[in-house]
Nanobody, 127 residues
Framework: QLQLVESGGGLVQPGGSLRLSCTASEASLDEYAIGWFRQVPGGVRQQVSCISSKDGYTNYPGSMKDRFTISRDNAKNTGYLQMNSLKPEDTAVYFC????????????????????WGQGTQVTVSS
């Protein structure tokens, strides 16, 4: 069964950057879309971005497109979320997830369409 582990979270000052990683084990990510989500205590899980398995289609449902960049390295079985110009309101637990449906050139914005989830990594933006 596919397992996902996020890393790269931490405490950063406003305006700083972090790169989150999502590494898979027990299965290959090659055929699957990857999504990044975030959630604050008491809040709903919100998609930050997603990337398809083929052709590099990406989507940024919220207002973070200018600051965040999603990518993947199938050779390393890893997805990434580069976050720049971080703001205090970006503080949240960030999760990566995988959609195992054969969507190939598309990725979903809906969390209930993702099948496997990592445990999450805390990102805190504060001075």
């Amino acid at each position: 069964q596919l397992q996902l582990v996020e890393s790269g979270g931490g405490l950063v000052q406003p305006g700083g950057s972090l790169r989150l990683s999502c590494t898979a084990s027990e299965a290959s990510l090659d055929e699957y879309a990857i999504g990044w989500f975030r959630q604050v205590p008491g809040g709903v899980r919100q998609q930050v971005s997603c990337i398809s398995s083929k052709d590099g289609y990406t989507n940024y449902p919220g207002s973070m497109k200018d600051r965040f960049t999603i990518s993947r390295d199938n050779a390393k079985n890893t997805g990434y979320l580069q976050m720049n110009s971080l703001k205090p309101e970006d503080t949240a637990v960030y999760f990566c997830a995988v959609d195992v449906r054969p969507t190939y050139y598309f990725c979903s914005a809906y969390d209930d369409e993702y099948d496997y989830w990592g445990q999450g990594t805390q990102v805190t933006v504060s001075s």
